[in-house]
């Protein structure tokens, strides 16, 4: 009933920019937390931000100044904007939400962050 499909990552450079797109489909979640989560190779999956359905926003301190999440309700859509990437921030992001107790996942999309 909930899906979320990733885009956005990819290569770049340290310094650099990359903006996540997590599009929900099946169901309107305009009304609920949205949250991006990542997981490097042989660590266990993190928390780095969320989104409440008014717009309040919170960050994991290692992301504090550098990410921004928004949403945009219109079209179901969470954003998570990471600019100063550092080789630290190499990960799967995945977005998430909770939908009726239940936890939701996306399929994750991978960042690379290297020279």
């Known amino acids: 009933q909930v899906q979320l499909v990733e885009s956005g990552g990819g290569l770049v450079q340290p310094g650099g920019s990359l903006r996540l797109s997590c599009a929900a489909s099946?169901?309107?979640?305009?009304?609920?937390?949205m949250n991006w989560y990542r997981q490097a190779p042989g660590k266990q999956r993190d928390w780095v931000a969320t989104?409440?359905?008014?717009?309040?926003?919170t960050y994991t301190d290692a992301v504090k100044g550098r990410f921004t999440i928004s949403r945009d309700n219109a079209k179901n859509t969470v954003y998570l904007q990471m600019t100063s990437l550092q080789p630290e921030d190499t990960a799967v992001y995945y977005c998430?939400?909770?939908?009726?107790?239940?936890?939701?996942w996306g399929q994750g999309t991978q960042v690379t962050v290297s020279s």
């Open positions: 989104i409440s359905s008014g717009g309040t926003t």
């Open positions: 099946g169901s309107a979640l305009s009304i609920y937390s």
């Open positions: 998430h939400t909770i939908y009726r107790l239940f936890n939701y």
